[in-house]
């Protein structure tokens, strides 16, 4: 509190992602917008180290980099990074390209939902990052 | 998000009807009222394909059915639905009458405990809905 | 709902405290404040009772009693409370010192961090209560 | 250890009451077998006390009296008795007729199946148990 | 029961794929082994619809195709097919390459371990499969 | 497997630690026996680093130090470290002076509670441990 924490919240639907940020910065969150897969890229290049969730839609535009992709790629520098993806078509490939403790929104949501779900998955790495040397 | 999650909500007591549907509504839901057990049934009947979640009184007003009766109703024509029952003086019958994976809030509760029960049994049902064929 | 849920909140930090304190009264909770160990034991005294939770940082000020104390010493009167510990530099200790079914946040958290931990230890202790002689 | 823990079983295959009883003595626990719904209610009758946890097949022979039954009486007595239904055929209805905190196992399943989800819900009874004043 | 329960195990040590076989056989499951990747995907092929779980190694010796994606093809096929990692060397890439609600053994590890997390993961399955529709 | 996991199980009563030491051992696990707390801690002194689990009596004979202590000390120098506690008559006191993510079994249980707790813990601990660069 007092202090924003920092997620990156990716999203090519312009309208969903405003809501999104709307609903993340109301409950305490600071968001990193980024509305393709590239962009998602860059932002992870500079900023992965502050950022401590990743929101991610699945099929990001025209983008062949996919919500998967990226997750995968976050973890492989930051392995315990909490994953939300947010998708309405995709769901069904949630427990094969899915990521370990991850959680799948499919869309339609509750702004409530996801708050529910990044604030869980934060409690419980902080739970796991509690032991010296961890990350 | 933009579009609203459905639920059913079964109090009679207007007033804490009136308390829950603001609390759920500010957190992204759309409540359905319902003010006793014949109009759960009722609703249940033309909108539970629609509805993504129960909250239930137990003890609603001077109606014979009960909030344990409602919840295995809808259970039987929608097996994953989410349940949460709100009760002051029956929170002893849970563990006999209650139905597998759902939340006892006894009364009075914070609207914060309500909506965070609600989204987190709605976001481990998504992760069970989530392979193909099911539901 | 419509009435509050006391929860025990103990911070030095007057800022923080009121930071804290606003994001739980609007989630319907109501804070009990205490800026400082021996605050919070007086408190305890007096309200352990009607406190369903405590929320206590660890390195309270220049006061010899932690967060650590505070939570064993609640708990010994009420077994069965749930704790949240708040802390920036103490988290190595959690896993020693901390007490079961508890949860710890890293500082700086965001609001949505606190409410969802308080609710989840809440919802769930809601559940461990729901047999006839516990307590 | 060194003292058995005893368990009531009820299923009317003798073949299968065998086996599982098996299983469950090389694993450390007494087995109360009943082969009749009639028959579980006598010894829950005498027994309840004593008895760690409730095993119970559904569709009991050509008894009027189900699984669901013995688990709903059992718990009215006994709120917190961890209860493992086994079933072929009415799996489906485990949603809408089980009681919360159960376990469901498929026939046909592994004897460490029946005996990790009995060793699980005694080991978190047991936490639930830890408070004074319980049970 | 009394039938016993089958499961993919793949793993290039023929001495460790003996002694995992061994532990498995013991708490009532039945083993089809593989010893490369190349066998394991025939036996997929074949037996996927009867195989309950997946227990592979990582680096199955010097074949390219890694336990990850094993566990990714047999979940494409079978979504919710409990899976279980075993490796020494590549555990840091689990939380980036494994699927959702696997399981990951550090060798070495007691026959135990492994039964626990079969077992575990089998008796969550069949309650997400409980429901009409399922699977 | 095809090497024993080292546990050290700390406990007075010499019947029951053969008891114990049997039914692990037939588990996978190898243990290390201590019949006091300081044998215990002298033990913990040389063989921390490669101990994988404590198991411990709370009132280990007429000696001052006491499971709580043992495991307190344990997780200090190494904080992921599983604890399960045994007892008959502390149990009481496990809220408030056991550690964060603990088992505690009452005293008399079956074999297959032991070996399961021990394993569940195990596996969640390798878990944690997944990332680079824990412990």
Do not use: C
């Not at 919240?9 to 405003?18: F, I, Y």
């Not at 969150?29 to 839609?57: K, P």
């Amino acid at each position: 509190m007092t202090q924003s924490v920092p997620l990156l919240v990716v999203e090519d639907e312009a309208l969903l992602l405003l809501d999104v940020q709307d609903g993340l910065e109301g409950a305490g969150y600071a968001v990193l917008g980024a509305a393709s897969g590239r962009e998602a890229l860059a932002l992870m290049d500079i900023h992965l180290d502050s950022i401590r969730a990743l929101v991610t839609d699945i099929d990001i535009g025209s983008d062949s980099i996919t919500g998967w992709d990226l997750a995968q790629r976050a973890r492989e520098a930051k392995p315990h990074l909490p994953v939300i993806y947010m998708t309405g078509a995709s769901a069904d490939q949630w427990t094969s390209r899915g990521v370990p403790h991850s959680v799948l929104l499919h869309k339609p949501f509750a702004s409530a939902q996801l708050i529910t779900a990044v604030s869980q998955l934060l409690n419980s790495s902080t739970d796991i990052a509690a032991g010296p040397g961890t990350e």
